[in-house]
C-alpha cells in the first residue's frame, strides 16, 4: 500500500472544514484567512489526496483526523517510567482542554517537565491539530518566538512576518507546550498573548518556576510527590538491583528530600555506593554536595545545587539579598521574622519580595507565613555566610530570637503551642550558637512546659554554664536535676546538685544550700533513684555538717531553712526515718513552698512511723493544696506535685479508704504535671482499682504502665513496685495465677530484689497480696500466714497485712488466733480496710451472720466492691 500522502496542519484545518460541509468564505473566517489563501489550500489538497471535487476531499477528512490526534512533535523521550503523579496528569489534561493557559508551576525538580509530556501524550488526542512541544532551556531573552518557530518547523516565506508564520503553523485546535518559562517568562507572556489572540482555538500549556501572569492563566501548583518511596526503589533497583531497604527508612529518605522527584532520583543513583544508612548521613551533613548525579542529562539537573543555581541567577539583587536574610530561618518564618532581619526594608517592600520568591518557586506559603524549599534554604544560608553583612544579620535573629521566646514565656498556661513548635528550630539554633543566659533558661522553660523534659535540661545545664553568678547556676542545675529526677534518674539529679555546690565554691550561702538539698535528695529519695547505689550514711553526715557550718557563717534564713529540712530527714536512727521533733522544726523554718513540701513530707514519714497513718494522710492533703498552686512552668514544681500526689494516694491506701484513693488518682492522672508522665499518671489509678475490685481495668492500665517502661528497661523505683503488686492482686482474685507470678517478679525487678519480701517497702503489701489470694483460692494458706503474720516495720502496708493475716489464723484454726485478731484492731483504729476485715475474721471465728453483715457494709461504705460482694455472698451461704 503507498504511504499516505503528507498534508500540513493548515490543510489538515481546511480538509476538516471541508468535513463541516462550510463554504470557502465560511472557513476562511474560521481559520482567519483570506478567501484566496482557502481556495489554494483545496487546489493543494484536491491535487495531494487525488480527489475529484469537495465532496470528496469531505469524504477523506476522517482518516487525517485520526492521524492527527496523539501526534505530539518535539516532545522528549523520557528514559525512565512516569511515577505517581497520575492524578495531577489528568488534571492537566482536563485544564488543557477547558483553559486557553495552562501553567503547571513548581520549584526545580518537582517533575514539572515530566509531567508536562505525560499529560500531553493523552492531551494530544483531543487536538486535531496535533501538540507541539518545544523546550525553552536554551532560549534567552528576545530569542522565544524563534524558539517556538524552529520547534513547529516553521521557516517563513519571503517578506511573511515570524509571528504570522507561526500563527499560520498554529491554525486552529491546536495545543502548543512551552517548557521551562522562567528564565524568559515576560518574552513567553508576550508570545502567548500573540499566538492566542490570532488563533482563539489556540491551548498553551507552560512549565514555570515563576507564574506568567497572562489573561486566562490556569496554574497548577506542583507539590511533593505521593508515590516517593514507589519512585526511590524503581531508581535504586535500576542502579543496584539487589537493592533492599526497610520501607521505613525509604519513606525517611524520601520525606527529607522533600517529596522533589529530582532529590530523589538523585539520591537513589547514591545508593549503591552508599548504602542507604550513608545515604542518610550524608544528606544529614551536606545534601547540596550528595545530590549530585554523574554525567549526561540536562545539565541544570545534574545536581541540587544546580537546580538551584538556575533559580537563584534569575534574581534581582533586592530579591538575592531577602532570600539570603530570611534563610537564616530553620524552617518558616511570618512577616514579624523578616522584618526583624530587615529592618532597611519596609514591610511593603518585603511583602512584595517574598511574593516574588514564592513566585518564582523558591518560597512557599505556609499557615503561618512563609518558609523556603530545603535545598534553596541551605544554598542561600551558603551565601549569606559569605556575605559582609553576615555577622549584623546574626545578631539580629537572636535579638529576633530573645524577644519570641519572652513573649511565649508570658503566654503560658493560653494558646502558645503551636507557636512554639513553629518557633522551636529557630530558638534551639540561637542557644546553640549565641552566649546569652536567659534565652537558654527561655528555651529550657518553654520546652519543659511543652513536655521534652530531656531537652529541657540540656537547656538548663547550658543556661548554668553561661550563668552570672553561683546562685543563678544553682537554680538552673536544679531545674535541669528535677528534670532528669521525672524521668526517673534521681541520681543524675543528685550529681547535678553537687555540681552546682561545687561550682558555688566562693559563694558559701549557695553551697550550703545545694549540699542540703543533696542530703535531702539522697535520703528523701533512697528507694527511687539510690536502690543500687545508695549515698553512704557517712557521706551524707559530712555534707550536712558542712552545710550547717557554712549556713552558721553567714546570714542567709533560706540557707538554714535548707539545712533545717535536711536534718529532719537525717534525724532517725536508720534510714528514711524521721523524728517528730524534727519535722517540726523544719516545716517551722521552710518558707518556700516547694522547701515548705519536703518539709512536710519528713513530717508525713514521722506520723506514719509513729503508727499513724491517718495522721499522715492528712498531712499528705495539706501538701497537695500546697504544691497544687504553685508555678507549674517550673520542673521543681512538678517534682513536689508528683511526690504529693503519690504519697496523697500511697495514705489513702494505708488508711483503708481506696475511694478516697481512686478519686486523688484521677485527679494526678489528669493533673498537667503527671499526665504526660509514661508511667506516673497511672500508678496510682491500678493501686486503686485493684482495691475497688475493676480487675479489667487493672489489667488493662498496670500492662500499659508497664509498656511505657520498655524503652529503657524497667526504672529502679521501689515506690512502682506498689502498684505492679496491684495488678498482681488483680491477677490472682482474676484466677490468674501465672499474671500474678509476673506481675510480683516484675515488682522485685523495680525494687532491685530477688522478691518483693526483700524490699522493706513492698514486703508488708506482698504479704498482703498472697494472702488475700490464697483466701480467695484457699490454697497456699500455711505459707501465705507464715508471712502475713510477720512484724513489718510501721508504714503505709503493714495494717493490710495484719488484716489478712487475722483473716488466715481463723480460717487455719491456729492456737493464737485471737493474737492475731487482736494486732489487725490496733491497726483497725488507723485503717477503715483492716477494721472491715478484723471484723469479717471475727465473724467467721464466731460464725456470727451479724458480723459478717457488718463487714460487708464496712468493705462497701469504702468502696472496695470486690470484698463487699464476695463477703455477701459467704453471707448467703450461712443463711441457707
Not at 164 to 176: F, P, T
Amino acid at each position: 500500500m503507498p504511504p499516505a500522502p503528507t498534508i500540513s496542519p493548515r490543510e489538515r484545518e481546511v480538509l476538516l472544514a471541508l468535513a463541516d460541509r462550510l463554504t470557502n468564505a465560511e472557513i476562511a473566517e474560521r481559520l482567519f484567512v483570506s478567501v484566496r489563501t482557502v481556495e489554494s489550500h483545496v487546489s493543494a489538497l484536491l491535487r495531494k489526496l487525488d480527489a475529484r471535487d469537495r465532496r470528496g476531499l469531505a469524504a477523506k477528512a476522517p482518516e487525517f483526523t485520526a492521524e492527527a490526534a496523539g501526534l505530539v512533535v518535539g516532545a522528549p523521550k523520557p528514559p525512565t517510567s512516569f511515577v505517581g503523579r497520575i492524578a495531577e496528569r489528568d488534571a492537566v489534561v482536563r485544564l488543557v482542554a477547558e483553559s486557553r493557559v495552562t501553567t503547571v508551576l513548581g520549584p526545580g525538580g518537582v517533575g514539572k517537565t515530566r509531567l508536562a509530556v505525560a499529560a500531553t501524550e493523552v492531551a494530544s488526542a483531543g487536538f486535531p491539530g496535533g501538540a507541539t512541544f518545544v523546550s525553552l532551556v536554551p532560549s534567552r531573552p528576545g530569542s522565544v518566538l524563534e524558539s517556538v518557530a524552529a520547534g513547529l518547523g516553521v521557516v517563513p516565506r519571503p517578506q511573511q512576518p515570524l509571528p504570522d508564520a507561526v500563527a499560520a503553523q498554529l491554525a486552529g485546535r491546536a495545543l502548543l507546550v512551552l517548557d521551562n518559562c522562567e528564565h524568559v517568562a515576560d518574552d513567553v507572556a508576550d508570545v502567548i498573548t500573540t499566538l492566542t489572540a490570532a488563533n482563539p482555538r489556540l491551548s498553551v500549556l507552560t512549565t514555570s518556576r515563576e507564574r506568567l501572569g497572562v489573561p486566562g492563566e490556569t496554574v497548577l501548583q506542583l507539590g511533593p510527590l505521593p508515590a516517593a518511596a514507589a519512585l526511590f526503589t524503581e531508581r535504586a533497583k535500576a542502579v543496584d538491583p539487589a537493592f533492599e531497604a526497610d520501607p521505613a527508612q525509604v519513606a525517611e529518605v524520601c520525606r527529607e528530600m522533600g517529596g522533589s522527584p529530582l532529590n530523589i532520583e538523585l539520591a537513589a543513583a547514591r545508593v549503591a555506593s552508599l548504602g542507604i544508612a550513608g545515604l542518610r548521613a550524608g544528606l544529614a551533613d551536606d545534601p547540596l554536595r550528595v545530590l549530585a548525579a554523574g554525567r549526561g542529562g540536562e545539565p541544570r539537573h545534574r545536581s541540587l545545587r544546580s537546580v538551584v543555581e538556575w533559580s537563584h541567577r534569575l534574581l534581582t539583587d533586592e530579591e538575592r539579598t531577602a532570600l539570603a536574610r530570611v534563610s537564616r530561618f530553620r524552617h518558616g518564618f511570618d512577616l514579624d521574622g523578616a522584618t526583624a532581619l530587615s529592618p532597611d526594608l519596609s514591610v511593603g517592600a518585603l511583602s512584595d519580595l517574598l511574593g516574588r520568591l514564592v513566585d518564582k518557586s523558591l518560597a512557599h506559603r505556609t499557615p503561618g507565613g512563609w518558609a523556603l524549599f530545603d535545598g534553596v534554604a541551605r544554598f542561600a544560608r551558603e551565601r549569606l555566610a559569605d556575605s559582609a553583612e553576615a555577622p549584623e544579620i546574626t545578631d539580629r535573629y537572636l535579638q529576633w530570637a530573645t524577644r519570641r521566646a519572652r513573649e511565649l514565656i508570658a503566654r503560658l498556661g493560653g494558646d502558645w503551642r503551636d507557636e512554639f513548635d513553629r518557633l522551636a528550630d529557630d530558638l534551639r539554633a540561637c542557644v546553640a550558637e549565641g552566649h546569652e543566659h536567659d534565652l537558654a533558661a527561655e528555651l529550657a522553660r518553654l520546652t519543659y512546659a511543652r513536655g521534652f523534659l530531656a531537652e529541657a535540661a540540656a537547656h538548663w545545664r547550658t543556661a548554668a554554664d553561661r550563668a552570672p553568678s553561683p546562685a543563678s547556676a544553682a537554680l538552673d542545675l536544679a531545674r535541669a536535676g528535677s528534670c532528669a529526677h521525672l524521668l526517673n534518674h534521681a541520681r543524675d539529679h543528685y550529681d547535678l546538685l553537687l555540681v552546682a555546690a561545687e561550682r558555688a565554691d566562693g559563694d558559701p550561702a549557695t553551697r550550703a544550700l545545694c549540699l542540703a538539698d543533696a542530703v535531702v535528695l539522697a535520703e528523701r529519695f533512697r528507694g527511687a533513684g539510690f536502690i543500687t547505689h545508695p549515698v553512704p550514711d557517712g557521706e551524707l553526715d559530712r555534707m550536712l555538717a558542712e552545710a550547717a557550718a557554712l549556713a552558721d557563717g553567714v546570714a542567709s534564713p533560706t540557707a538554714h531553712a535548707h539545712v533545717a529540712v535536711a536534718r529532719a530527714w537525717l534525724s532517725g536512727p536508720t534510714p528514711q526515718t524521721v523524728t517528730a521533733e524534727a519535722a517540726g522544726l523544719a516545716v517551722a523554718a521552710a518558707g518556700d513552698p516547694l522547701l515548705l513540701s519536703a518539709a512536710l513530707d519528713a513530717r508525713c514519714t514521722a506520723e506514719a512511723l509513729a503508727g499513724r497513718p491517718d495522721l499522715a494522710h492528712r498531712t499528705t492533703q495539706e501538701r497537695l493544696e500546697l504544691v497544687t498552686a504553685v508555678d507549674r512552668s517550673d520542673p521543681r514544681a512538678a517534682l513536689e506535685v508528683l511526690d504529693a500526689f503519690r504519697s496523697a494516694i500511697a495514705y489513702a491506701v494505708a488508711t483503708g479508704a481506696p475511694a478516697d484513693a481512686l478519686r486523688v488518682s484521677r485527679q494526678a492522672a489528669g493533673d498537667p504535671a503527671i499526665a504526660g508522665h509514661p508511667y506516673w499518671g497511672t500508678s496510682g489509678l491500678v493501686t486503686a482499682l485493684a482495691l475497688t475490685g475493676r480487675f479489667a481495668d487493672v489489667r488493662t492500665l498496670a500492662e500499659e504502665m508497664w509498656q511505657a517502661t520498655a524503652g529503657n528497661g524497667p526504672p529502679r523505683n521501689a515506690t512502682l513496685g506498689v502498684p505492679l503488686l496491684a495488678a498482681a492482686l488483680a491477677a490472682g482474685l482474676s484466677g490468674d495465677e501465672p499474671a500474678m507470678t509476673t506481675w510480683r517478679a516484675r515488682a522485685a525487678a523495680v525494687a532491685g530484689v530477688a522478691t518483693p519480701a526483700g524490699s522493706p517497702n513492698l514486703a508488708p503489701l506482698d504479704a498482703f497480696v498472697r494472702g488475700r489470694v490464697a483466701l480467695h483460692t484457699g490454697t497456699g494458706l500455711e505459707n501465705a500466714f507464715a508471712d502475713a503474720a510477720t512484724d513489718f516495720a510501721p508504714g503505709r502496708f503493714d495494717g493490710y497485712a495484719a488484716g489478712v493475716a487475722a483473716e488466715l489464723a481463723v480460717v487455719l484454726d491456729v492456737p493464737d488466733a485471737e493474737h492475731h485478731l487482736r494486732r489487725a484492731g490496733r491497726h483497725a483504729r488507723h485503717n477503715s480496710w483492716t477494721a472491715a476485715a478484723a471484723i469479717r475474721a471475727r465473724a467467721r471465728l464466731r460464725h456470727d451472720a451479724g458480723l459478717l453483715r457488718d463487714a460487708a457494709d464496712h468493705f462497701t461504705g469504702i468502696g472496695a466492691a470486690f470484698e463487699a460482694e464476695t463477703t455477701s455472698r459467704e453471707l448467703t451461704s450461712w443463711t441457707r
